[in-house]
Nanobody, 130 residues
Framework: QVQLVESGGGSVQAGGSLRLSCAAS????????MAWFRQAPGKEREFVAS????????YYGDSVKGRFSISRDNAKETVYLQIDNLKPEDSAVYYC???????????????????????WGQGTQVTVSS
């Protein structure tokens, strides 16, 4: 059973940047696509970004395109989310999840469904002040 541990969150001012990390346990990290979702208080968990197992396909939610960048380092078994030009509406707990199927590349539409990912970590809080 894989375990995912998110880190890198914090409190920043609008316009600032953060890099979130999601470290995975297990030796099969490179076989699985990964995703980031976020959840603000009182709202549903929202798709942020995904990257496929080989690292050559990534997708982004409409609200973060152009400001967020997802990447992975298979040697470190870690997926990253670089967040630039932070806005107050980006405040949320950020979670990473894993595709339950190895060597699977999801479509843009399937990536946005939370049910298509599992093994969620505990999340990391991002708070953006104006």
């Amino acid at each position: 059973q894989v375990q995912l541990v998110e880190s890198g969150g914090g409190s920043v001012q609008a316009g600032g940047s953060l890099r979130l990390s999601c470290a995975a346990s297990g030796r099969t990290f490179s076989s699985y696509s990964m995703a980031w979702f976020r959840q603000a208080p009182g709202k549903e968990r929202e798709f942020v970004a995904s990257i496929n197992w080989s690292g050559d396909t990534s997708y982004y939610g409409d609200s973060v395109k152009g400001r967020f960048s997802i990447s992975r380092d298979n040697a470190k078994e870690t997926v990253y989310l670089q967040i630039d030009n932070l806005k107050p509406e980006d405040s949320a707990v950020y979670y990473c999840g894993r595709d339950p199927r190895a060597y699977d590349t999801q479509t843009y539409y399937s990536s946005q469904r939370m049910a298509n990912w599992n093994s969620w970590g505990q999340g990391t809080q991002v708070t953006v002040s104006s």
